[in-house]
Nanobody, 125 residues
Framework: QEQLVESGGGLVQAGGSLRLSCTAS????????MGWFRQAPGKERNFVAA????????YIADSVKGRFTISRDNAANTVYLQMNSLKPDDTAVYYC??????????????????WGQGTQVTVSS
């Protein structure tokens, strides 16, 4: 059972940056697609970004394209989400997720098998 732990959230002013990290417990991390999702209060959980196991492919949601970047370090069992030019609308709990596939990048919540507990990101105006 893969366990995922996010870190790096916090309070930032609009226009600022944050880098989220997600560390996995199992060595199988390097064979999984990893994704980031976010959920604002009273709203559905939405896809943000995904990366293939080899980091050769990424998939970024249109809402954050050009501002957010996903990357991974398989030696450290860690995936990152670099968030720049943050806006108040980016305020949400951010979740890391793992999909038991090495290359199929997907944006659906149901297509990911393991989830972290989430980290809060708050962007003030």
């Amino acid at each position: 059972q893969e366990q995922l732990v996010e870190s790096g959230g916090g309070l930032v002013q609009a226009g600022g940056s944050l880098r989220l990290s997600c560390t996995a417990s199992e060595r199988t991390f390097s064979s999984y697609v990893m994704g980031w999702f976010r959920q604002a209060p009273g709203k559905e959980r939405n896809f943000v970004a995904a990366i293939s196991s080899s980091a050769g492919s990424t998939y970024i949601a249109d809402s954050v394209k050009g501002r957010f970047t996903i990357s991974r370090d398989n030696a450290a069992n860690t995936v990152y989400l670099q968030m720049n030019s943050l806006k108040p609308d980016d305020t949400a709990v951010y979740y890391c997720a793992a999909r038991r596939s090495s290359w199929q990048l997907r944006s659906g919540v149901a297509e990911y098998h393991y989830w972290g507990q989430g980290t809060q990101v708050t962007v003030s105006s």
